[in-house]
């Protein structure tokens, strides 16, 4: 395996810098109480006045005036490393952020589809020079290798460990990540690179220094692996998009929902997941934010599919108060799997397929508004199209006597004028374990007009026919 | 007189035109009635064509005449929606129709929202056959309807009563469907003339 080393020195003035429209203007980072204020990091405009990093607050005023003090943010440089191992997990599987201010990558398995490694350094330097960070990337057989020799060079490449191990000895002891006391002792022993170290009996080694150098060499050497914790993409969407004014309309709600959704598309093609389930949450001035809830059958991440379903649901909305800002929660992301199509479809407008539909119907028309018909095992007819308890659904028809095609939702009493029975009375007597008890005696029957019913009476009651069906 | 022109020459260069009638591949969605198939001008329904069933009553009739197509179309995996029927289809008879339920899909809607809804499930192109049950609407709506049925390639089929037989309809088929006697009667159908004689409903005594 090989391991590019990409260290960012200035990580933290770096990450105000890209922020500021003059970034060649003298700044300083402050941190520290507010009794004493340090310089934490100085731009090289800000060198040029005098200023270095460590100097208090008070001195640098004394030597320069024109400066700007920005606070040093430690939430926001951790924000950008998670932002910078995002970037680097496109170039690669195993991204880690071990150590600070550095991203470690495995590129080896990568360089088959980002070209030979100076096309992929040229490439990462690109980008992390659009994105205006200082970096230096080095690339070396482990990963402890790599970040130690970030310290001294730059744009180094060794492709094997004979490479790595000849690089190493040239570093200086103090540069390659041994604890200080026992760095300051190899120096006063007079050993000034790890060559020398190297040289050494490794039991006269492990008898002056505590076990932890030992394990540093070997580690260093690539003969102690390291369990890197690698980054792994959140398993959540959130984003959140400010409006500059009042939004009332739905209309004016379309163009910020179509960002946050092109947001969604993108973080789930790179998850290779789709999402199930999502929230927007409307905020308003006061009060609490309006929840909209997109809910799906099935994952999807096709941006131009979900802006519709939320579009959908927004419209049904009424806004109760003007919207000032759009939050778009995430958290069902199952993985995805894209319906298969088939190749030489029978029609050739088909568009749209049906799980598409059916999510545009249901976004529309309501949760519930797209239904299956499932036949139930029970002579009931009002218990035959809906699930009583959990019952599977038939597959084949039931035998017996013909039904009526069309159920109505309630009983009809049926005028008994010029009523003909056909065939009849069929009895259909169940129920009475589950409190729905029926008695009834079928008949088949034929109005005036010539339409043919299905109605039933009561057993032993009078009166009405009751009509249920229609044998359309 | 000018020169003799050859009857092949002029019309080889298309400038006559001929009302020659357009070969319409026969039998693409058969009725499933051997005698109405017989007189439709494509051998079944139209395909890609918005049929109007004019129904003497409500709920009367329309699955007689639909359920052998539709139990076709669901055998061989092709989707059938119910836009808003004014009934509950009861299953059991369903299944005895040969009727795949597993195809099959009902969607509630108000009355409005059921035109729009039977418009985008006739546009997308996924379904076989899409019925629907519109009350009282105008021949725009027909028409939309008529225009989704073209764009998705999808049959339609439109359920009204049959005072609308009078008023004029951008439907492809029109049969109105009696119950004294049971009969079938073809208003129009395009591409032919309409039959004269009505069709005795089989299967219906």
Redesign the interface.
Same mark, same amino acid.
């Given at each position: 395996m090989l391991w590019a080393c990409i260290l960012l020195p200035q990580l933290a003035l770096d990450s105000v810098l890209r922020g500021r429209d003059d970034p060649q203007a003298p700044l300083v980072l402050l941190s520290g109480p507010a009794q004493r204020r340090v310089l934490q990091a100085v731009n090289p405009a800000a060198r040029a006045l005098g200023l270095r990093a460590g100097q208090s607050l008070s001195t640098a005023q004394a030597l320069a005036s024109s400066f700007t003090c920005v606070e040093h943010d430690p939430a926001a440089v951790e924000q950008l490393q998670q932002l910078l191992a995002a970037w680097a997990y496109q170039f690669s599987s195993q991204v880690s952020l071990h150590y600070p201010r550095t991203v470690l990558l495995e590129v080896e398995s990568s360089l088959g589809l980002f070209g030979p490694w100076p096309l992929f350094e040229a490439r990462l330097r690109k980008e992390l020079g659009e994105l205006g960070l200082r970096h230096r990337i080095v690339l070396a057989s482990n990963p402890v290798a790599a970040r130690m020799l970030a310290n001294a060079h730059d744009g180094l490449a060794l492709n094997d460990a004979q490479a790595t191990r000849a690089a190493l000895a040239q570093m200086p002891v103090d540069r390659i990540g041994l604890p200080v006391e026992a760095a300051t002792a190899l120096s006063r022993m007079g050993l000034r690179d790890l060559g020398q170290v190297l040289g050494l009996p490794r039991d006269t080694l492990a008898r002056r220094f505590a076990a932890s150098v030992q394990v540093h060499l070997d580690r260093l050497l690539g003969l102690r692996p390291m369990a890197l914790a690698c980054y792994r993409p959140p398993d959540r969407f959130e984003a959140r998009l400010e409006l500059n004014f009042d939004v009332e309309s739905h209309q004016a709600l379309l163009f910020p929902l179509r960002r946050l959704i092109a947001d969604l598309a993108a973080f789930l093609a790179s998850r290779d997941g789709g999402v199930q389930r999502f929230t927007l949450h409307l905020e308003h001035a006061r009060g609490v934010a309006t929840p909209v809830v997109v809910g799906l059958l099935a994952a999807e991440r096709e941006a131009g599919m979900l802006f519709e379903l939320a579009r959908g649901r927004l419209e049904q909305l009424s806004l109760p108060a003007p919207v000032r800002s759009v939050r778009l929660v995430a958290d069902d992301l199952p993985a995805f799997v894209p319906q298969p199509g088939e190749l030489f479809n029978a029609r050739p407008q088909q568009q749209q397929g049906w799980e598409q539909l059916r999510e545009r119907l249901r976004a529309r028309l309501g949760d519930e508004s797209v239904r299956a018909v499932q036949a139930f095992a029970d002579h009931r007819p009002e218990c035959a199209w809906q699930a009583a308890g959990g019952a599977p659904p038939l597959a084949r028809a039931p035998g017996g006597p013909p039904r009526p095609g069309w159920l109505l939702a309630e009983p009809q009493a049926l005028a008994p004028e010029g009523l003909r029975l056909l065939a009849g009375p069929e009895r259909i007597e169940s129920g009475w374990w589950d409190g729905g008890d029926v008695r009834r005696d079928y008949y088949l029957v034929e109005t005036p007009a010539g339409q043919r019913g299905w109605a039933y009476r009561p057993l032993g009651e009078g009166g009405p026919l009751w009509l249920q069906g229609w044998f359309a | 007189m000018g020169a003799v022109v050859s009857l092949d020459g002029l019309l080889d260069e298309r400038r006559v035109w001929k009302g020659r009638p357009l070969a319409q591949p026969r039998g693409l969605q058969p009725t499933g009635h051997a005698a109405l198939d017989a007189v439709l001008p494509g051998g079944g329904w139209p395909p890609g064509a918005l049929s109007e069933l004019l129904l003497?009553? !409500?709920?009367?009739? !329309?699955?007689?005449l639909l359920?052998p197509s539709l139990a076709r179309l669901t055998a061989s995996g092709e989707?059938v929606v119910?836009v808003a029927?004014?009934?509950?289809?009861?299953?059991?008879?369903?299944?005895?129709?040969g009727v795949d339920?597993?195809w099959?899909?009902?969607?509630?809607?108000s009355r409005v !929202?059921a035109l729009?809804?039977a418009e985008?499930?006739l546009?997308?192109?996924?379904?076989g056959a899409v019925l629907c049950w519109p009350q009282q609407v105008d021949d725009r709506a027909l028409r939309r309807l008529q225009v989704a049925a073209e764009?998705?390639?999808?049959l339609a089929f439109a359920c009204r009563p049959q005072q609308a037989a009078l008023n004029p309809s951008p439907a492809a088929l029109r049969i109105a469907v009696d119950?004294?006697p049971?009969q079938w009667r073809v208003l129009k159908c395009r591409g032919g003339l309409a039959p004269a004689t009505p069709i005795a409903m089989a299967g219906r005594g």
């Open positions: - | 003497a009553a !409500e709920g009367a009739g !329309e699955l007689h359920w989707r119910l029927p004014p009934f509950i289809p009861y299953p059991p008879a369903w299944l005895a129709a339920l597993r099959l899909s009902l969607i509630q809607a !929202e729009w809804a985008q499930c546009r997308s192109g996924s379904c764009t998705g390639q999808t119950l004294h049971a």
